[in-house]
């Protein structure tokens, strides 16, 4: 398909579809939190996820589990802890704190938290565009953010942000400490693995501080069929779709088409949750995608 002199193939559309899949599940997220605690609804997805897997495996790559060593099953397990668990606890919040288009417009930090984390963890290299890319998408989030009354009594809340920005840096840390391993590893049981170390630690995390280890419980809530729809779309179709859009095109033009993610959820939280589109907003929003394109593009 192609508009005007823009061709637009099956990836391309994929790519832009997981992004609206993903932010779709973000406001899903937002509503069901009105009603369920943080851990309970993260333990509910997470378990879901890890359900809806099995069959997928069935279908995909086999249920016979690849051959691994300790550490690469110890990286997978320790990704899901960070990148899935923890990630989305600290994002769940942050949806709770500020709603749901300042965390979206938070997640631009995803790209160039990889991009710093690969320098010291892999040992890549930055260039200058790269660290310029990483500067607007900070100066970015921080327009977003900025306010001038007391941090402490000012809505939106500053913790929220740092909640967001935690949730984005857990989620990329689980990505990148996982990269070197995951090259001969079939796709879909890095998925499985990786949903197995996030719903045990979620499980001992809820059994340390005591509070319920029935992940069916947080669909006795109200809020219970936005929490189905967003752990449907968010955590497991749009990974499928994500992968699709990866085979279908080239990973620079798949990763920038999915950075369009938090437009969607400005846009979504503006239509559906009556949230603010303020000057402040779109201003910040585009310096941060600015920087997106800035550093994926010199990243490839």
Same mark, same amino acid.
């Given at each position: 398909?192609?508009?005007?002199?823009?061709?637009?193939?099956?990836?391309?559309?994929?790519?832009?579809?997981?992004?609206?899949?993903?932010?779709?599940?973000?406001?899903?997220?937002?509503?069901?939190?009105?009603?369920?605690?943080?851990?309970?609804?993260?333990?509910?997805?997470?378990?879901?996820?890890?359900?809806?897997?099995?069959?997928?495996?069935?279908?995909?790559?086999?249920?016979?589990?690849?051959?691994?060593?300790?550490?690469?099953?110890?990286?997978?397990?320790?990704?899901?802890?960070?990148?899935?668990?923890?990630?989305?606890?600290?994002?769940?919040?942050?949806?709770?704190?500020?709603? *749901? %288009?300042?965390?979206?417009?938070?997640? !631009?930090?995803? /790209?160039?938290?990889?991009?710093?984390? =690969?320098? +010291?963890? @892999?040992?890549?290299?930055?260039?200058?565009?790269?660290?310029?890319?990483?500067?607007?998408?900070?100066?970015?989030?921080?327009?977003?953010?900025?306010?001038?009354?007391?941090?402490?009594?000012?809505?939106?809340?500053?913790?929220?942000?740092?909640?967001?920005?935690?949730?984005?840096?857990?989620?990329?840390?689980?990505?990148?400490?996982?990269?070197?391993?995951?090259?001969?590893?079939?796709?879909?049981?890095?998925?499985?693995?990786?949903?197995?170390?996030?719903?045990?630690?979620?499980?001992?995390?809820?059994?340390?501080?005591?509070?319920?280890?029935?992940?069916?419980?947080?669909?006795?809530?109200?809020?219970?069929?936005?929490?189905?729809?967003?752990?449907?779309?968010?955590?497991?179709?749009?990974?499928?779709?994500?992968? *699709? %859009?990866?085979?279908?095109?080239?990973? !620079?033009?798949? /990763?920038?088409?999915?950075?369009?993610? =938090?437009? +969607?959820? @400005?846009?979504?939280?503006?239509?559906?949750?009556?949230?603010?589109?303020?000057?402040?907003?779109?201003?910040?929003?585009?310096?941060?995608?600015?920087?997106?394109?800035?550093?994926?593009?010199?990243?490839?």
């Amino acid at each position: 398909m192609s508009i005007g002199d823009i061709s637009i193939g099956l990836g391309e559309v994929l790519s832009l579809l997981c992004a609206l899949l993903w932010a779709f599940a973000v406001i899903c997220y937002r509503k069901a939190g009105d009603h369920i605690n943080v851990s309970a609804m993260n333990l509910f997805k997470i378990s879901l996820t890890f359900v809806l897997m099995i069959p997928t495996l069935y279908l995909t790559d086999g249920l016979t589990p690849p051959h691994l060593t300790a550490s690469q099953w110890g990286l997978l397990l320790i990704s899901g802890f960070f990148g899935i668990m923890l990630a989305d606890l600290f994002y769940l919040r942050a949806l709770q704190l500020i709603g *749901a %288009g300042l965390t979206g417009l938070t997640g !631009s930090l995803y /790209s160039p938290f990889v991009v710093f984390l =690969s320098f +010291f963890y @892999l040992g890549e290299r930055l260039n200058s565009w790269q660290i310029m890319g990483m500067a607007l998408v900070i100066v970015g989030v921080l327009v977003i953010s900025y306010r001038k009354k007391s941090m402490t009594i000012e809505h939106p809340p500053i913790k929220g942000f740092i909640f967001a920005a935690l949730g984005v840096f857990f989620t990329a840390l689980g990505i990148v400490i996982i990269k070197p391993v995951t090259t001969d590893i079939p796709f879909f049981w890095i998925i499985f693995i990786r949903t197995i170390g996030g719903v045990v630690t979620m499980f001992l995390f809820n059994m340390i501080l005591g509070k319920n280890l029935n992940p069916m419980a947080a669909m006795k809530n109200s809020g219970k069929y936005w929490l189905l729809a967003g752990a449907f779309l968010g955590q497991y179709l749009s990974t499928m779709v994500w992968v *699709a %859009g990866y085979k279908y095109t080239s990973a !620079s033009v798949a /990763s920038i088409l999915n950075e369009t993610a =938090s437009v +969607f959820i @400005l846009i979504l939280g503006w239509l559906i949750l009556k949230e603010d589109m303020t000057k402040k907003k779109i201003i910040g929003a585009m310096i941060s995608i600015l920087g997106v394109l800035v550093v994926l593009q010199m990243s490839h």
